[in-house]
């Protein structure tokens, strides 16, 4: 079956950086666009960064500071963040966006 396994998350001082990583089985990974969503606590959940057929784009709250990559033969895609704000903090999602696959989350905390 389709699997979504992020890693990465953790706590982190404002100012800091963080890779996220989601490992994915089960699927076609190189057909999917694949992003990368985040739920803060209280808040629905948002698009932070994705690919799409011209490339990636970003929400705007993160743009210039987060970047989404893949490696397509281990079936992996990344977020690289850096210059974390207490408004990152939040349950970040991989997903195929089409498909409705997603994983479990890893939680993002950024406190000083």
């Known amino acids: 079956q389709v699997q979504l396994v992020e890693s990465g998350g953790g706590l982190v001082q404002p100012g800091g950086s963080l890779t996220l990583s989601c490992a994915a089985s089960g699927l076609a990974f190189s057909v999917y666009p694949m992003g990368w969503y985040r739920q803060a606590p209280g808040q629905t959940r948002e698009l932070v960064a994705r690919f799409t057929s011209e490339g990636t784009t970003y929400a705007d709250s993160v743009k210039g500071r987060f970047t989404i990559s893949r490696d397509n033969d281990k079936k992996m895609v990344y977020l690289q963040m850096n210059n974390l704000t207490l408004d990152d903090t939040g349950v970040y999602y991989c997903?195929?966006?089409?498909?409705?696959?997603w994983g479990q989350g890893t939680q993002v905390t950024v406190s000083s």
């Open positions: 997903t195929t966006i089409r498909g409705g696959y």
